[in-house]
């Protein structure tokens, strides 16, 4: 199944314009939240080829999905609510809706700016195999032991008394 080509000022749009009608009955750090991360998106469509803004732009949105989930959840007005506030809310719920979406298509530009895949999952389920695991650290000797007695600092005039870590001035 193939993504619709759909432009990244587009997806700020809505979810900008989303987000100013959602502030109305949430504000503070709904609106906080949700404004940081679409200035990540105004970021990666300034930088067009960078993945690192487009990244940021996809984790802020993935990080915005549970955020306003807690925020409408908590702070969702349960009695008294005028049309304005119904409108508001339903706008929030709305963006919230829309992010996974959004995510999708985010997701979708971060690879086509040259993104990779953190979890290399899809070519082993295909090839039916795990891909090729990293080669074990190189073993290191083993530390060697001093002899019982030996001066461990002699620039300080310590020595060991009796073996059992015990310092004395020799």
Same mark, same amino acid.
């Given at each position: 199944?193939?993504?619709?080509? *759909?432009?990244?000022?587009?997806?700020?749009? *809505?979810?900008w314009l989303l987000?100013?009608?959602g502030?109305? *009955?949430? !504000?503070?750090?709904y609106?906080?939240?949700?404004?940081?991360?679409l200035?990540?998106? *105004?970021?990666?469509?300034?930088?067009?080829?960078s993945?690192?803004?487009?990244?940021?732009?996809?984790?802020?949105?993935?990080v915005?999905?549970f955020?306003?989930?807690?925020?409408?959840?908590?702070?969702?007005?349960?009695?008294?609510?005028?049309?304005?506030?119904?409108?508001?809310?339903?706008?929030a719920?709305?963006?919230?809706?829309?992010?996974?979406?959004?995510?999708?298509?985010?997701?979708?530009?971060?690879?086509?700016?040259?993104?990779?895949?953190?979890?290399?999952?899809?070519e082993?389920?295909?090839?039916?195999?795990? !891909?090729?695991? !990293?080669?074990?650290p190189?073993?290191?000797?083993?530390?060697?032991?001093?002899?019982?007695?030996?001066?461990?600092?002699?620039?300080?005039?310590?020595?060991?008394?009796?073996?059992?870590?015990l310092?004395?001035?020799?």
């Amino acid at each position: 199944m193939e993504l619709p080509a *759909v432009n990244l000022k587009a997806i700020l749009l *809505v979810h900008w314009l989303l987000t100013i009608w959602g502030c109305i *009955v949430f !504000p503070g750090p709904y609106a906080w939240a949700n404004f940081t991360i679409l200035a990540l998106g *105004v970021w990666a469509v300034a930088q067009r080829d960078s993945v690192d803004a487009i990244s940021m732009f996809l984790g802020g949105l993935v990080v915005t999905i549970f955020l306003d989930i807690v925020h409408i959840s908590i702070f969702y007005p349960r009695a008294g609510l005028s049309d304005t506030g119904r409108f508001s809310a339903g706008m929030a719920i709305l963006s919230l809706l829309l992010k996974p979406f959004s995510c999708c298509l985010v997701y979708h530009m971060y690879r086509e700016r040259g993104g990779e895949l953190l979890l290399h999952l899809g070519e082993a389920a295909a090839s039916g195999q795990l !891909p090729a695991s !990293p080669r074990p650290p190189p073993r290191l000797p083993p530390p060697q032991s001093l002899p019982q007695g030996a001066d461990l600092a002699p620039e300080t005039g310590l020595q060991e008394q009796g073996g059992c870590g015990l310092w004395a001035p020799g």
